[in-house]
């Protein structure tokens, strides 16, 4: 009897697979801008494990294609939340939660790239500068005191 579910567990688990990974076309075509956000990192994230998966197959285009994407969601996360034109310091949630995400990524980005060859350590330098620079300017917003 439970053998009869086991092939439509399988693939409905293989359908929600492939459907849980964010793309970046579908964040671009949210008009939600922090939803935007959210799902711009989301796609960064994955672009991140993309970049991890082809780098263990030794495939140097594919980690700078998935480098690519990585830096221009990140890039598209923080146009989003600028053209909310909210404060980060009265509306923190998803500012707040676009500065964690970032961070994640840099430690993750430093990390694996501290456990690549030495002659590889390149490919990710400007997106480690990318998302750096990102980083930083959600930290500076949300710190930032009263404009006098």
Do not use: C, W
Request: net charge positive; proline share 3%.
């Amino acid at each position: 009897m439970r053998n009869r579910y086991l092939p439509v567990a399988l693939a409905l688990l293989v359908a929600s697979a492939g459907s849980s990974r964010a793309d970046l076309k579908q964040a671009i075509a949210e008009p939600n801008l922090e939803k935007r956000s959210r799902l711009a990192l989301e796609n960064a994230a994955a672009a991140y494990k993309a970049i991890r998966a082809a780098y263990d197959k030794g495939e140097t285009e594919q980690v700078t294609a998935a480098a690519k994407e990585l830096e221009e969601s990140v890039e598209l996360a923080d146009t989003s939340l600028r053209q909310t034109g909210k404060v980060p310091r009265n509306s923190p949630k998803y500012f707040k939660a676009a500065e964690i995400s970032t961070r994640d990524l840099l430690r993750k980005l430093e990390s694996f790239q501290q456990g690549m060859s030495f002659d590889d350590r390149p490919l990710l330098e400007q997106t480690k500068k990318k998302v750096q620079q990102v980083h930083d300017g959600l930290l500076v917003a949300l710190m930032e005191g009263k404009h006098k």
